[in-house]
């Protein structure tokens, strides 16, 4: 994420004017630089956890279930909660049937790794450089474990593309991921409502139903989970 971050620093000082996707009443906060704790951190929660610039997850938010992504029969490593694997190993097995077969890039990241990361980015560059271009601890949907970032099987990392999505592997995860549960978290155009800019390498497991939703309604994941949660906040 670091070669984004000054890019979406700038899009924070944008208005937000930003609550036409979602049919929560409440407007989807803006993407200001924040430490608040996200609403819904218990490990069978996963598909409602809202996790952005504002929202953080706790330090000790580490889910008991990692396995290791080579479970999903590809290769790159990493791990990610066990009931992701069969899902990721379905989009796997379609996208190498469809003659463009993918690997993971990078997957589960510790509230520790991303401490490390970013002290170690404050060291080099100083504080407020590293804030720009690091992500601060607890802010990754990486830190779920149900989170990846996606690359082709033998090919760069995805984010040494000027658009990854639009390459042939990027292209098919872009168009038939939702199909197996799994949604572009920030996708292109999109950046002043998901507080990063495009990633078209970062998918995070939400499961058939939402993913379908999110993908029939044309909306983002950030909007979809504001309006999830306030409506399981409009709950007695
Ligand atoms: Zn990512």
Redesign the pocket.
Known sequence: ?RRFLPFLLALLALPSGMAQSTPSSAPLPTCEVADVPTAFTGYDQWGLTLVDTHFLLPAGYSPPDLVPTSEAGIGGGGELRAFVIPHLKAMAEAAAAAGHPIAVQ?AYRSYQTQVTTFQYWVKVDGYAYALKTSARPGHS??QLGT???IRAKGGQAPWDFQDWAATPTGAWVAENAWRFGFAMSYPKGYESETCYAY?P??YRYLGAAAAKEIHDRGITTRAYLWGLEQQHAAKP
């Open positions: 994420m990078s949907e990486h989170t990846l970032d990633e390498w970062h």
